[in-house]
């Protein structure tokens, strides 16, 4: 009778933290960035859950949001040095969009997108934990203040002063203009176009004067640059010097939906992907690029098609 019991109630555990799994890993993967640590994260806050009679859980949902998010601010801590030690800017792993279709509303779809761009998430990064934490949970996620502040153990007075100032900074440093899909497509292949044509003035004439260029090659690929590349001239020369030394051979070039928008995604000659490059728009023209190239950060991009 007990080994019933208890079947059942693992049976339980494992139905109730599958329901809310989608949610789970969304909240984990915009707070660290990256969708391997988040799949860790879920792993121990499962066991963590699986723990616990639930009985005694009130709010499946909220018990296991909180789980996340304090084992997530965790996570930032112990991650924070080995991200100061990184080789070259540290970029959130890619993934693909569909991974992160929660079956919402066309309306809210866009929302949740946004919130996943490498764009937005490399913002992310530069907020501290408490203030992500806040920002996420009440803006993307909509929980109450009251809600939040219990997640985080924190006073509701907090929680909005945190949430009041990440979000000023967050505007603050995001485009002043947006862009359709379509548009951010058409602009996209027209960088890719530009890129290897080998022409600076017709590449230059894409970017906004203040253009910022961010490569991750963790230490592992030739080419990626360690610092920011920074201004039109500067990035547009560095973005064909890459293209025409550092193109593995017989690449395939294309476009792919990954973090909610089109995105430039390099296959080697025999279909692994070699880089994914992000860009933010403004006003019409590239005002950031992101090339992902480290291998370890690319695997979850592997099935992505290319249009």
């Known amino acids: 009778m007990q080994t019933a019991e208890k079947s059942s109630a693992a049976a339980s555990h494992v139905g109730t933290f599958q329901k809310y799994r989608p949610l789970l890993f969304s909240i984990a993967y915009r707070m660290l960035g ?15 859950f699986q723990a616990e009679p ?17 084992l997530c601010l965790n996570e930032l801590k112990s991650a924070r040095v080995a991200r100061e030690q990184y080789v070259g800017p540290w970029l959130p792993e890619p993934i693909l969009s569909e991974a992160m279709d929660e079956g919402a509303d066309p309306e809210r779809r866009v929302t949740e997108y946004d919130s996943i761009s490498i764009a937005f998430l490399s913002l992310l990064q530069t907020l501290t934990p408490a203030e992500r934490a806040v920002f996420l949970l009440h803006e993307v996620f909509d929980y109450r ?4 502040a219990g997640m985080l153990d924190k006073s509701e007075v907090a929680c909005r ?4 100032r990440a979000k000023r900074y967050l505007a603050a440093n995001r485009p002043r203009f947006t862009t359709t899909p379509a548009e951010h497509r058409r602009i996209l292949e027209q960088f890719m176009r530009a890129s290897g044509s080998g022409d600076l003035d017709r590449l230059t004439a894409m970017l906004t004067e203040d253009v910022v260029f961010w490569a991750d090659g963790g230490g592992k690929v030739r080419g990626a640059a360690l610092h920011p590349v920074r201004g039109r001239d500067a990035v547009g020369r560095f973005v064909l010097g890459v293209s025409e030394r550092f193109t593995p051979p017989g690449a395939i070039f294309g476009v792919a939906d990954l973090n909610g928008r089109p995105t430039i995604l390099v296959r080697n000659a025999d279909g692994s992907p070699a880089i994914v490059v992000s860009v933010e728009l ?4 590239i005002q950031s690029i992101w090339a992902i190239a480290n291998p370890d950060k690319l695997g979850r991009v592997s099935a992505a098609a290319l249009a």
């Open 145 to 148: 203040y009251d809600e939040v």
């Open 34 to 48: 990256s969708a391997d640590d988040a799949d860790d994260v879920l792993q121990d806050a499962y066991l963590r």
């Open 282 to 285: 403004d006003g019409g023209r």
């Open 161 to 164: 002063k945190l949430f009041s």
């Open 54 to 70: 639930l009985a005694t859980v009130r709010s499946p949902k909220a018990y296991l949001s909180t789980i996340v998010t304090r």
